[in-house]
């Protein structure tokens, strides 16, 4: 298996910068995933950052310092959605002289992604796995609401799962579901539920989680600095 990362950043970035750049114990977010990313994929070039146009700037200082020489990154104009870009981080890779069969997509929403869990999705995609995510068990007690925000009902959560990142994906089968006609912010996973593409899953890990910042930051930096504190890196 011959593998390459990528990591989107829509126009819609742009909103809440914070979100891609804000340091995080001294590294900016897209810089620690790019960092997961290279821990996996080791060769220059193998590491795409597909970004806006207005966002490039940021990207590059962002990405400055000399452990992450290598990465490529692409600027992607006109609407620049998330499919727009992982269209153009293909390209991309597709451009370098090496051939990949599969890729890793992270997003900048999960900077605390786990060495297992990136290891997870890898051996799926080895095991024939064409679309492979993490999921995990909701745990919370889930609530339907009306429209004017009053509770209705509870839902039952034993069918509902969480989906994490990073998600791998067979070249063939990413650029098959970015052509079909997606929304702007309907992802390739959601994209692939709709078209009945077989999905395979792996364990989720459980601290792990959807960052929202600069709101989460104080967290997510309590969090960093108790992993660096623990020989295991968790």
Known sequence: MELSGIVPLPVSVADNTASAFLPLDGVPALARVVSSIL????????????????????????LASPDLDGVSIAAVGGTATRADCLKAALASVERQPFSTSHVLVHDISSPLTSPDLTERVIEAMRGGGAIVTPILAVTDSVKAVDTNGAIIATVDRSALRAVQYPRGFAVGA????????????????AT??????HITVVDGDPDVFRVEL???AELIEAIIASRESDPRGR
Not at 39 to 62: K, M, N, S, T
Not at 174 to 189: F, K, P, R, T, W
Not at 192 to 197: E, F, G, N, V
């Open 192 to 197: 692939a539920i709709d078209a009945a593409a």
């Open 174 to 189: 990413l650029a098959e579901l970015l052509g079909q006609d997606v929304s702007d912010d309907v992802d390739e996973i």
């Open 39 to 62: 821990g996996v994929v080791a060769e220059p070039g193998r590491v795409v950052v597909a970004a806006a146009e207005p966002l490039i700037g940021e990207v590059r200082a962002a």
């Open 214 to 216: 600069p709101g989460d």
